[in-house]
């Protein structure tokens, strides 16, 4: 079993900046895939951006330049920067990864973190 646990939502003004942590917690697994995804009120969750073991990265359309993702400093761990937020920023942030363990793979998510961007 993993488990992803994110960190570092909270309230910011337009323009700001901040910075998300997930970490991935468990044992006998190796990280595939990590990204983030957001779902703001009565909208669908839809992509952000992500990473992959290699370290390639990708991004939606809507946070390229503005967003950064990389991995953390610990292990299993993986940031999202987040620059010139705007107000439709405002969301539900979760974490979200695929996983191999013994050849399987298998898709988790975190429990989310609420990001709101004041105009």
């Known amino acids: 079993q993993v488990q992803l646990v994110e960190s570092g939502g909270g309230l910011v003004q337009a323009g700001g900046s901040l910075r998300l942590s997930c970490a991935a917690s468990?044992?006998?697994?190796?990280?595939?895939?990590m990204s983030w995804y957001r779902q703001a009120p009565e909208k669908q969750r839809e992509f952000v951006a992500s990473i992959t073991s290699g370290g390639s990265t990708n991004y939606a359309d809507s946070v390229k330049g503005r967003f950064t993702i990389s991995r953390g400093n610990a292990k299993n761990t993986v940031d999202l920067q987040m620059n010139r937020l705007k107000p439709e920023d405002t969301a539900v942030y979760y974490c979200?990864?695929?996983?191999?363990?013994?050849?399987?793979?298998?898709?988790?998510w975190g429990q989310g973190t609420q990001v709101t961007v004041s105009s």
């Open positions: 468990g044992s006998g697994f190796s990280i595939n895939t």
């Open positions: 979200y990864a695929i996983v191999g363990v013994d050849s399987r793979h298998y898709q988790y």
